[in-house]
């Protein structure tokens, strides 16, 4: 009798086997560019382009009540599809307008471009994601995870293989493999339903009540708010060695890949959102964390295991030197304390919004990033941990984050 999975299984295990290609993918881009300012300036670009990114979240939040009743008309699609586009541009000529006139590097200025435009797709990708949840139509979910994963690390690879680039531009294809695997991946999953879209019959816009802008100027500010983090992390290691960005990424980067393969938050607000009772939300919390820590303590165990016990392979690659190594083996670890803590905040940010008390968390996150700043000051500058005062900084701000919305939701609340 063949196995049944039910589909948020399906979903982790999919995208655990599409980290195999994004390990290939930065290994690669290691054995090519090593421990350098090149990466240091792509990883640096990629977190202002999370300012924009953020956008996918605040559409999830804020609208996905209205998705789910007109997932299937076009016309609304078409609609919103329009509002969507407009915020993103006005936010990319933002943050490019900024970019411009405050960062000098030029290299960072094309990665930025690149990144931008790669943004315009994702975040429409991200909304046909959603119009599919809802739809209970999983396999174009699995498809768009598989293909773009597959895309990108094939495509870096052909690119320096067959010497198609100008070696004085090779570090184009960092950002520009993104691009391109995100562009070929929206056309192949969701083309034919995007030209439907758009040969649907327009329908007049309603304008948008005073109480809705509210809300979403609100949310918009919550997510600059996290997404500064990561920009602010990364600019006090721009003080330290070239390479700090490029450490502080690669030993948090296999964490990160256990949290993104884990990432279930978007599955797990459609589940909340279609559930009414208090008592069966908070149930659906806690066995989505205990599903979470399962897997979690899997993967790092294994994790764990490779790094102690195959250095001499792994220093063997020659993609760094032994002090490389131990440096990121140390972030590694430290990050491996970070993340189940970011995973648990994904879950608690969106149940802020489920319980409606948006400007409990727009406190919140406020209080966090003010901390975040003076404790990587601390941490990192007077106290000289440097990237160690970075990590230290961001592993006590997702305990705030988690303790405090522990507090609001499952003690000072009694929800059983």
Known sequence: MALKLDFLTQEILVKIATKIFGILRTLYLL?????????????????????????????????????????????????????????????????????FLFIKNGNILIHISILALWSIININSYYFL?????????????????????????????????????????????????????????????????????KSKFVRNEKMRWSEIKVISKVLIILILVSLIDVTDKTFLTIFDEGAITYYTYGFYAPLIIRQALDIKSNFFAQINILRSSKEINRIFFSTVKKLLFFFTLAS????????????????????????????????????????????????????????????????????????????????????????GVLYSTLLIFLFYNIISYFIFFVKTKPY
């Open 31 to 99: 054995y090519i560019f090593g421990i350098s300012s090149y990466l240091d300036e792509f990883y640096y670009s990629n977190s202002i382009i999370g300012l924009i990114v953020l956008i996918n979240i605040l559409f999830e939040t804020t609208y996905s009540k209205k998705i789910k009743v007109f997932r299937n008309k076009l016309s609304f699609h078409k609609k919103f599809l329009k509002s969507l586009n407009i915020l993103v541009l006005v936010l990319i000529s933002i943050v490019l307008i900024f970019s």
């Open 301 to 388: 165990m294994l994790l764990v295991f490779i790094v102690e016990f195959f250095e001499p392979q792994i220093l063997g690659l020659r993609l760094f030197t032994s002090k490389d190594f131990n440096i990121i083996r140390n972030i590694l670890f430290i990050g491996l304390v970070i993340t189940p803590f970011y995973m648990i905040w994904d879950l608690f940010y969106r149940f802020y919004y489920r319980k409606n008390i948006i400007d409990l968390l727009l406190k919140v996150t406020l209080v966090g990033f003010i901390l975040n700043i003076v404790m990587n000051y601390i941490f990192s500058i007077i106290m000289n941990y440097e990237i160690y």
């Open 130 to 198: 959603l119009v599919y949840r809802y739809s209970l139509k999983n396999k174009p979910i699995l498809k768009y995870y598989f293909w773009i994963s597959f895309i990108n690390v094939f495509s870096i690879i052909l690119i320096i293989y067959a010497d198609l680039i100008d070696s004085n531009y090779i570090f184009i294809i960092i950002s520009g493999s993104i691009l391109f695997s995100e562009l070929i991946t929206f056309t192949i999953i969701f083309g034919n339903y995007f030209i439907k879209v758009l």
